[in-house]
């Protein structure tokens, strides 16, 4: 059976990206294919190729079999803003129908294991109608909760979780992501949310100076996902 997730943050810049490349290489590990989107990405460098963005690259790298850039990425914008002014400003189109039709092609690769990663967190505005919860919601897949470990990080995690629940979606594992090497009593943070939130528990990733995706893969418990 094919499984795929949907992959938020708590927050921005809390290692979405740097959690789903250690799932899908975890996954590669198993023996099972992998696939990966990244509908849209704001903060793109050009390049002779094209505005490349270094999530979506990661995310690439941790393709089997492999993957065009054009397919996991199909919505590049060079500003490393919030993604819905960065389209404003440079004339692009963010839409939950155009981004699903992306993420569908990516389907269609039939890899055993697909992870779609958002932008920011749950809410982040597409446009002023829509937001990625409303692509996560049109794909009809269960979620995977990335938790930025630092101060405020359990109310931001009830929140979130409590917003994908009211939107009719399954909490289907979240994972622990230290981001801040000085958070205070990060034990005991980590004592509460597993206490609080109602999903399978996919490991602590603490901090790693060079976050590989073979040093988090090692962190992590993928068995409640494949």
């Not at 696939?35 to 704001?42: C, D, I, T």
């Not at 039939?110 to 409303?134: C, H, I, K, S, Y």
């Not at 399954?170 to 034990?187: C, F, H, I, K, T």
């Not at 399978?200 to 409640?224: K, M, Q």
Request: proline share 5%; glycine share 8%.
């Amino acid at each position: 059976m094919l499984k795929r997730y949907f992959v938020t943050g708590t927050d921005t810049e809390i290692g979405k990206t740097t959690i789903a490349s250690g799932l899908l290489c975890a996954a590669r590990r198993s023996g099972i294919t992998t696939a990966a989107a990244k509908p849209v990405a704001a903060g793109c460098e050009r390049t002779a190729e094209g505005l490349r963005n270094e999530d979506a690259l990661a995310l690439q790298a941790q393709c089997s079999p492999a993957l065009a850039y054009e397919l996991i990425n199909p919505v590049a914008l060079e500003a490393a803003i919030a993604p819905h002014i960065a389209a404003s400003e440079e004339g692009a189109e963010l839409s939950v129908s155009l981004l699903a039709d992306g993420c569908q092609r990516v389907f269609a690769s039939g890899a055993d294991f697909t992870l779609v990663e958002g932008a920011g967190g749950w809410r982040v505005p597409l446009n002023p109608q829509q937001t990625l919860a409303d692509l996560a919601r049109e794909l009809q897949v269960p979620v995977i909760m990335v938790v930025g470990m630092r101060l405020g990080c359990i109310n931001h995690a009830i929140l979130t979780a409590e917003a994908i629940a009211a939107d009719g979606l399954e909490l289907a594992g979240w994972v622990a992501n230290l981001v801040d090497p000085e958070m205070s009593r990060p034990e005991e943070n980590l004592a509460t949310l597993k206490q609080l939130i109602k999903a399978p528990y996919l490991g602590f990733v603490p901090w790693l100076e060079d976050a590989t995706a073979e040093r988090v893969a090692d962190c992590l418990d993928i068995t409640p996902l494949v």
